[in-house]
């Protein structure tokens, strides 16, 4: 049986808690990283990709999407590593 990595772990954890949120298409991409250290250590990150308009005076600023946006550091919790946080503007 192949070995799971800590960052596909990761990624399978942060799939499964935010697969609401990639319907609704306000998630676009999730990926983990893990980047070797010194001493054979590996520290995990965690990209996600959001969709949303960011620009509160835009015409097509979408508040529902942005409350939700926010609702995904929640659905994360405490999950062992740095988050880190990419935008879009696609519609």
Same mark, same amino acid.
């Given at each position: 049986?192949?070995?799971?990595? &800590? *960052?596909?772990?990761?990624?399978?954890? &942060?799939?499964?808690?935010?697969? %609401?949120?990639?319907?609704?298409?306000?998630?676009?991409?999730? %990926?983990?990283? %893990?980047?070797?250290?010194?001493?054979?250590?590996?520290?995990?990150?965690?990209?996600?990709?959001? %969709?949303?308009?960011?620009?509160?005076?835009?015409?097509?600023?979408?508040?529902?999407? *942005?409350?939700? *946006?926010?609702?995904?550091?929640?659905?994360?919790?405490?999950?062992?590593?740095?988050?880190?946080?990419?935008?879009?503007?696609? *519609?």
């Amino acid at each position: 049986m192949p070995q799971v990595s &800590a *960052a596909q772990e990761l990624e399978v954890i &942060a799939r499964t808690r935010l697969a %609401s949120l990639m319907e609704d298409k306000l998630v676009t991409r999730i %990926s983990a990283l %893990s980047t070797l250290r010194g001493g054979g250590e590996t520290t995990e990150r965690l990209i996600v990709r959001i %969709s949303v308009e960011t620009h509160k005076t835009s015409p097509d600023f979408d508040h529902a999407a *942005a409350d939700k *946006a926010k609702d995904i550091k929640q659905a994360l919790g405490e999950i062992g590593c740095d988050v880190f946080f990419e935008t879009d503007r696609s *519609a």
